[in-house]
């Protein structure tokens, strides 16, 4: 656990970064800290492992204050991943991993085996680990320095804009591999971002700070969603908001599920016709996982080949969320969305309607604005 | 060019290359010692900065043989005393030096900086570890240029009679003899050039980490 | 310290006023054929991008050339062909100018090539012909760079002139080189005093004009950035 207490911090120059802030961030939950440019959140984390030390209030980690403890000492039990990883360009990157173990009295050896299977972890090739810093792509430099500060096994990580200097497709994809990733290890983590999709993708819980670096709201993203505290938070965090909220509301069965039928790659003109409803079939292989819809009137007398299949469809799984089913109806060009096991086999699906319906019959999703 | 001439001198020629040597590596590395402590307040204070980067100007400025004939006014010694000539070079090394060491530390990416300090890294830790390491292509830069002026600068000494390679100049001048200057000039050259080479292996050799680009 | 306060020392044709000028002749007469040389050629190839390589192979031959061994082998080649007192004037300038010109080139080749290229197209898109944006933009933006030059080479001359005493050139070098066939220790003392407050002024002189014409538009750096301003000094190497 790591506690604010009524912590101030003003710098030389009289700007107030982070007033009176009060916070808890649970053991074994990831924390998440959005807000406004300059709003002070860089200015609260590194308050944390005392890179910058707060003008008054304590900080607790785990109940203890940590102004009474030697600060490097400190900074060895907290892993830190910034912005653009700040690796050591002199250093290959395995011996980037094995910084902290060995910093923390563990031989060279050890170190490195534990390092090289950090790397893979993370998602790299082990190739990878005698290569040099500018040998990657900045995604991979950021997977580098998660893997550093997960090192030392350290039971809380702080992290600052961690996904933020990539391109849109490698943020998702490493976003999705810390949230798997962090299912495992469980670390308590304070992460900073000025993305409010990120913070709600990613966060237990998500504390929305102001300019001024006052606290605005502490909540679970979809407590955030549907009530947010002020005008300001509710502005921060969009106007589809009330769309987004489908994102944290289990389907649990709520929206009936329609039998599909389908056909395989191969199949006949005719017999695709027989199965279509309406213009449009679909196509699963040979474990029902769904490939795509085609339209029987394209085959013309020949057989069905991949080049008919549209792929535009997104499959939703059934454990998903309304947001992700109603996506999967939308996204179809059929207007049924496949829903699919936790294998991927095709369950069946749905249509817009049906979830439109049990979204209205769902309690609590009245109260959103 | 007188061959035979340079046979009968060889041992002569060899003894004096050998002070010549003595009297420009070891400059180098005391040069080098004091410039990496001074260079390291220089940079971790603005006011420091400034002071050491005027004084270290203003001794740059202060022509060698000038440099040479004062310096036993200071230390006591005896005006053939090669001591001289090495506290003379010493304080150009470290004149160039401190600056460059400054500025190498400088050259340390600030997030580098910061990742050392936040993984627990004390500050002279981060120094040894993480920022002398880096900032070695700078240094040695730095260093190289120093090597190869000196080489230079030593050969001056000869005006006072000190012997190294320079001696051969005077010797020449006043026999009117071309031989021995155009041998000496050669050395040093020869004698830089090595010099510039040992530090670039060197320079390779600490910093395996940086991309392979043509260097000019 | 004796000799530098004795009266008889400051008068005549050997006095010290007569060095201090003797040697500021040469130095400037140096500076100004060197200047003349080096500053267009080095404009001409920070322009036209045309030999290069001469800019880097001239700074590192240069500087490992012993000075004193080219002088003397320039006397020695030279002072033949001329009577008298030329005889060593003319191969001491000549040596003296190839030890300023590499400061100077290299120092004004960088300069034209530091400045902003988006700098010298918005130029271009405004409609400058080429000789203008030299004159408006690359060669204002690149003077301190040139000045500091000029400022490694006059020290390299004014250092190198002292040595120049041993091949009889005039100056203050002489009371150095007399005083050391002599064994007039405090001849020396006062030659290398005198020598290192000439060169320290003209050093501070050159730094304070450099400060005065450069736009201020180019020196509002912090330190980091401070060497567009004021480069590390070209190592002299007398
Ligand atoms: N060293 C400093 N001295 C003075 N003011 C500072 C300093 N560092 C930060 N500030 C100011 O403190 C405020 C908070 O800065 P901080 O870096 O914590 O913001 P942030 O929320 O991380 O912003 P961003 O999203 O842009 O990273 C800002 O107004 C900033 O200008
Ligand atoms: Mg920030």
């Known amino acids: 656990m790591i506690k604010f207490e009524n912590v101030t911090k003003a710098y030389p120059d009289g700007t107030v970064a982070v007033d009176g802030l009060n916070l808890e961030a649970p053991t074994g939950k990831l924390t998440i800290l959005v807000g406004p440019s300059g709003c002070g959140k860089t200015t609260s984390l590194r308050m944390i492992n005392r890179l910058i030390e707060p003008t008054s209030g304590t900080i607790y980690l785990d109940d203890q204050p940590t102004s009474g403890m030697d600060a490097a000492l400190l900074r060895r039990r907290i892993g830190y991943v910034i912005q653009h990883a700040g690796l050591f360009p002199h250093r290959t990157i395995v011996d980037n991993v094995a910084t902290m173990p060995i910093l923390l009295g563990e031989s060279r050896q050890k170190a490195r085996t534990k390092a090289l299977e950090l790397i893979e972890r993370v998602g790299l090739p082990a190739s990878f680990a005698k290569r040099y810093p500018w040998q990657l792509s900045g995604g991979q430099q950021q997977r580098v320095g998660v893997a550093r500060a997960l090192a030392s096994d350290p039971a809380f990580m702080l992290m600052d804009e961690p996904f933020s200097a990539v391109d849109p497709v490698v943020r998702g994809q490493l976003q999705d591999e810390f949230l798997r990733l962090q299912s495992e290890i469980g670390k308590t983590i304070i992460m900073v971002t000025h993305d409010i999709d990120e913070a709600l993708k990613l966060g237990d819980q998500v504390a929305v700070m102001r300019v001024g670096g006052k606290l605005a709201q502490m909540a679970s993203p979809s407590e955030l969603l549907t009530s947010p505290a002020d005008e300001f938070v509710a502005d921060f965090v969009g106007r589809d908001r009330g769309y987004r909220s489908l994102g944290f509301t289990k389907t649990a069965g709520a929206v009936a599920i329609g039998e599909e039928a389908v056909v395989q790659l191969g199949a006949s003109a005719e017999e695709a016709r027989a199965k279509a409803t309406g213009a449009w079939v679909l196509v699963v292989d040979g474990s029902r996982k769904p490939l795509g819809w085609a339209q029987p009137e394209q085959i013309a007398g020949g057989e069905l080949k991949r080049e008919h299949l549209n792929l535009s469809g997104i499959a939703a799984a059934a454990s998903g969320t309304m947001r992700q089913l109603l996506d999967a109806a939308l996204s179809s060009p059929s207007r049924r969305g496949v829903v699919v096991n936790e294998h991927g086999e095709l369950i069946g699906t749905v249509t817009a309607t049906d979830v439109v319906k049990a979204i209205e019959a769902e309690p609590h999703l009245e109260t959103a604005r | 060019m007188n061959i035979e001439w340079l046979g009968r001198q060889f041992d002569t020629i060899v003894f004096l290359l050998g002070w010549h040597v003595l009297l420009t590596v070891i400059p180098l590395i005391l040069g080098l010692l004091i410039a990496l402590p001074l260079g390291w307040w220089a940079h971790r204070s603005r006011r420091i900065y400034p002071l050491l980067v005027g004084v270290a100007g203003l001794l740059y400025t202060v022509p060698s043989l000038a440099l040479f004939v004062l310096l036993p006014l200071v230390l006591g010694t005896k005006i053939l005393d090669p001591l001289n000539i090495v506290a003379a070079l010493t304080i150009y090394t470290v004149a160039l030096l401190v600056r460059v060491v400054a500025d190498a530390l400088e050259s340390v990416p600030e997030d580098t900086v910061q990742a050392a300090k936040a993984m627990g890294y004390r500050s002279w830790q981060s120094l040894l570890k993480v920022e002398l390491p880096v900032g070695v292509p700078v240094i040695s830069a730095g260093l190289r240029v120093a090597a190869v002026s000196n080489v230079s600068l030593v050969s001056v000494a000869a005006l006072l009679g000190i012997p190294q390679l320079g001696s051969l100049f005077t010797q020449g001048f006043q026999l009117r003899f071309f031989t021995p200057i155009i041998a000496g000039i050669l050395l040093c050259v020869i004698l830089a050039m090595i010099l510039d080479g040992l530090i670039i292996l060197l320079n390779r050799w600490l910093t395996p980490w940086t991309p392979k680009v043509v260097a000019s | ?238």
């Not at chain 3, 002749?25 to 054929?33: E, Q």
């Not at chain 3, 000549?94 to 090539?113: F, K, Q």
């Open chain 3, 1 to 238: 310290m004796n000799y530098l306060f004795d009266p008889r020392h400051w008068t005549g044709a050997d006095g010290i006023p007569t060095l201090i000028g003797e040697h500021l002749l040469y130095s400037l007469i140096a500076l100004a054929i060197a200047a003349v040389i080096a500053v267009p050629l080095g404009i001409y190839i920070g322009v036209t991008g045309k030999g290069v390589f001469l800019i880097a192979g001239l700074a590192n031959a240069l500087r490992a050339l012993p000075s004193v061994g080219l002088l003397i082998l320039l006397v020695l080649l030279i002072s033949p062909a001329f009577p008298s007192k030329m005889g060593y004037i003319l191969p001491s300038l000549i040596v003296l100018v190839l030890l300023a010109v590499p400061p100077i080139l290299t120092n004004t080749y960088a300069g034209v090539r530091a400045v902003d290229a988006a700098a010298v197209d918005a130029a271009r898109g405004m409609g400058f012909r080429t000789m203008k944006i030299l004159t408006d933009v690359q060669l204002p933006c690149s003077l301190p760079l040139v000045l500091s030059g000029v400022r490694s080479a006059l020290l390299q001359i004014i250092s190198t002139a002292t040595i120049a005493a041993y091949i009889s050139l005039g100056g203050l070098g002489r009371l150095l080189i007399d005083g050391k066939a002599q064994n007039d220790y405090s001849q020396m003392v006062a030659g290398a005093v005198l020598v290192a407050l000439l060169a320290l002024f003209f050093d501070q002189l050159l730094a304070f004009i450099t400060r005065r014409v450069v736009s201020p538009g180019l020196t509002r750096r912090t330190i980091k950035s401070a060497s567009i301003a004021e480069p590390a000094k070209t190592p002299v190497t007398v």
